[in-house]
């Protein structure tokens, strides 16, 4: 008998010791990463004390040493104390809230604690993912909710427990307003995005739902740029707030920045040459308007290349849908408008295009930082029209970077992921017959989700068609 529970604890402690090598890990990435990432303490996650099960998710979904802005919150929002943290984009903002939020959890009791708000429903959607990834061993259950999807389906789901939740303050303030989000024994009150979020906008929304949360609530604030609206906010709200910043530069130092100047006719040619020079993987081109957004998104396709578009008109499950097809590699190219632009996260992005360079640096930033995502090289390129020229120069002197020239050879390192999807590895689609699945509609349509893939051809010079969209000024 005593033999018997001798080798059963034996067994135990083995088990305990090796329980890491046990999991399984997704394949490693071995793309060289900047300082943005790499410029830490030395410390690793298990001396954070961070509970087991908590750990195996955070090994499972790939990670290895913590981030710098990790490293810095982690500790800090374990102790309950309030935090406004500011770190680049791309440099592992989300975990450094998700991970301590559900360590906190008690999976035991059936409240919410913790709410995590985001400004956009597609941030919403990937941030509650995360939470998901890496609470997998938890036991615990996460919910996402966001305007655009049936109240009704929420209250359903909110009469079981919730212990995070994840949403845009709207869809929020309602739940809590008709009393079916509960807050007043909600420890953790996460804000990511925050100065857009303390925008004019949304200013009114928040305050509302403070009044939801106990007076001892733990608030934690993320941005990789914060306004004046922000300290005001933080003054009011936040007690000894413990403060993080790891904004030496804006800029992201693996994204590598140029221009073209290029007239407006133009720029669909010099698009095409850009797809048939350089090394992409997926990328991402941005317009500022939601029919210009379609437009180039059908001209992409007649060019012969695969294309998704997504905008802020579109009907909820379009973009949703889009936006899981394209993180999933179905598709290399994404045009948008600046729905995007905050905080989503595409490792196997390696390029932003503007092809409507934006009007303020904030955006800019926002734009740019959707490659080079946590240390990994990017590139950024902007078609630069005559208007444009002094616009470029003042985000330039705001942001305190440079924008170079585009050479007439751009260098091979700027590379695909190691684990990119099999069905972006051509970018140029084949054949001359259409896939029988093309989803199009004009400015606003609700046809179809954002999904230009028939095979067009280009013209006889090979240069593609000129001169088909609106001004960018105009439209």
Known sequence: MASSLSEKLESVTLSDADWRAQLTAPVKDLRP?????????????????????????IFEAGFEKPSPIQEETI?????????????????????????????????????TQALI??????????????????????????????????LKDDIIRLNEAVHVLVGTPGRILDLAGKGVADFSECPTFIMDEADKLLSPEFTPIIEQLLAYFPSDRQIMLFSAT????????????????????????????????????????????CLNTLFSKLQINQSIIFCNSTNRVELLAKKITELGYSCFYSHAKMLQNHRNRVFHDFRNGVC???????????????QAVNVVINFDFPKNAETYLHRIGR????????????LINWDDRFNLYKIEQELGTEIQPIPAQIDKKFGTHPAQPQAVRHN??????????SFRGGRG???????????????????????????????
């Open 428 to 437: 140029k689609t084949r054949g001359n017959h259409s896939t029988g699945q």
């Open 226 to 269: 914060f306004p004046l609206v922000v300290k005001s906010f933080m003054d009011k709200h936040l007690k000894q707030p413990y403060e993080i910043n790891l904004m030496d530069e804006l800029t992201l130092r693996g994204v590598t920045q140029y221009y073209a100047f290029v007239e407006e006719k133009q720029k669909v040619h």
């Open 33 to 57: 990463q900047t300082e943005d990432v790499t410029a830490t303490k030395g410390l690793d996650f298990e001396e954070l004390y961070i509970k087991r099960e908590l750990l195996m998710g």
């Open 445 to 475: 349509s609700q046809r179809g989700y954002g999904h230009h893939q028939s095979y067009g051809r280009r013209n006889d010079n090979g240069h593609g068609t000129e001169g088909i969209l609106p001004s960018s000024h105009n439209a």
């Open 75 to 111: 500790p800090v929002a374990l102790t309950g104390r309030d935090i406004l943290a500011r770190a680049k984009n791309g440099t592992g903002k989300t975990a450094a809230f998700v991970i301590p939020a559900l360590e906190r959890v008690n999976s035991k009791s059936p409240k």
């Open 332 to 346: 290399r190219n994404l045009v948008c408008s600046d729905l995007l632009t905050r905080g989503i996260d595409i």
């Open 371 to 382: 490659s080079g995502r946590f240390g990994h090289l990017g590139l950024a390129i902007n």
């Open 117 to 150: 708000l985001v400004p956009t429903r597609e941030l919403a959607l990937q941030t509650s993912q995360v939470c998901k990834t890496l609470g997998k061993h938890l036991g615990i259950n996460v919910m996402v909710t966001t305007g655009g999807t049936v």
